[in-house]
Each structure stands twice: as C-alpha cells, then as structure tokens.
C-alpha cells in the first residue's frame, strides 16, 4: 500500500512539473539545439545556364550546399568559378570567389513592380577578369542572374592593362565591358605600376 500511494505521488507531483515546464522556441535556438542542416550536398559541381538555347554561363564549384524551406539557399562553402560566355559561345569574363550564396530576393524591375531576382552573392577574395584584359578584385560582389548585371557596394580595385583605378560602388554587365565606379578615390597610370598588382 506504502508502495502504491508512492508511486500515485510521484506520478502528481512529476504531472505538475511537465505542466509547469514550457519551452520558448525562440530561446531554445539561441542554445543551438536547432541546426540547419542541407537538404542536398553535391561534390565537382557544374551548372549550366542557358537563353535561347545556348550556353550563356557556367558554373563550377567544388562544393554545393543546398537548404530546402520558405527561404531556399545554396552555398558555396569552398569557393566558385563562373564563365560568362558570348555569342561565339568562348569566355568573355570569369568570376571568382573563395565562397558564395545563391538566393532569392525582391527587387523592383524597370516598371516598378516588385519581383523576385535569383542573385549570387560573391564573397572573400572575388577576381572579375574581361577577356580584354581588365581585372576588378573587391570582397564582394552581387550577380543578378534574370537581369544580367553585376555590382558592389564595396571597395574595388580595378586593374586595366596601363592604369589602376580604386572607388568605392561598383555596376557592369556581366561580360564586364560596360562598367562604372560610383566614387572614385584614386587613380594611377603606367605600365610597370599596374603589373605589380596583378599578383
């Protein structure tokens, strides 16, 4: 009976501390108990982008992260190359990055109205080189895959064959043969100057 009666109490008592316990979710991930984890993890990947059924841009990376969820995310964790090909389908320009993150974003369009943009944004060490000859190094870089443009709110050093220019803002087609600094801060010329900064 003793037995019983301490079994009876114990269940009460244990029946009113779960009661009185109540996780709050919000503080619960502050502990880190929750881990986004990707849906999907791909090695030696390579993308490629298409209009008008030819190849515009490849992409190769050694690392693909995909996370599934209201707020779908690929990252590229171990850095990424990007060839951006022209009509006679060779390289125009190549970009790339120790890292990046393909999302989704809303940006208003050339009518106002507001869309949802696919962009990738570059991150740590980013190299734009034109087949012209032209580098721009910053440490981030935003590509806007449907509009076809790329930009940076960041410092960049742009490298052209006899000049280097330094600013901050940066906007260019993705072939990177239109191109504007927002604010320059420096500018110098000379043959010798620039290849010193090419390494």
């Known amino acids: 009976m003793k037995i019983r009666f301490k079994t009876i109490s114990f ?15 919000t503080q619960v991930r502050k502990f880190g108990y929750f881990v986004d984890v990707p849906s ?35 990252e590229f964790n171990e ?25 989704i974003i809303p940006i208003k369009d050339d009518k ?10 570059v991150q740590e060490n980013v190299i734009l080189r034109s087949s012209s000859g032209d580098t721009l190094k910053t440490e981030e870089l935003v590509w806007y895959e449907n509009m076809g443009k790329l930009e940076s709110e960041k410092f960049v050093t742009i490298l052209k064959p006899d000049e280097v220019i330094y600013g901050y803002g940066f906007d260019s087609d993705k ?25």
């Open 11 to 25: 269940i009460i008592i244990f029946s009113f501390f779960l009661v009185g316990c109540e996780n709050d979710i």
């Open 40 to 74: 999907e993890v791909v090695r030696d990947v390579k993308m490629l982008y298409s209009d008008s059924l030819k190849v515009r841009v490849v992409v190769r990376a050694p690392l693909l992260e995909r996370y599934s969820g209201t707020e779908a995310e690929e």
């Open 79 to 103: 850095g990424l190359e990007v060839d951006f090909l022209g009509e006679n389908l060779k390289p125009t320009s190549k970009l790339t990055a120790n890292k990046a993150i393909k999302k």
């Open 112 to 121: 106002g109205r507001l869309v949802r943009e696919p962009v990738i944004i």
């Open 175 to 199: 072939e990177f043969s239109r191109w504007r600094i927002r604010q320059v801060t420096g500018r110098f010329k000379g043959d010798n100057f620039t290849k010193d900064f090419q390494d």
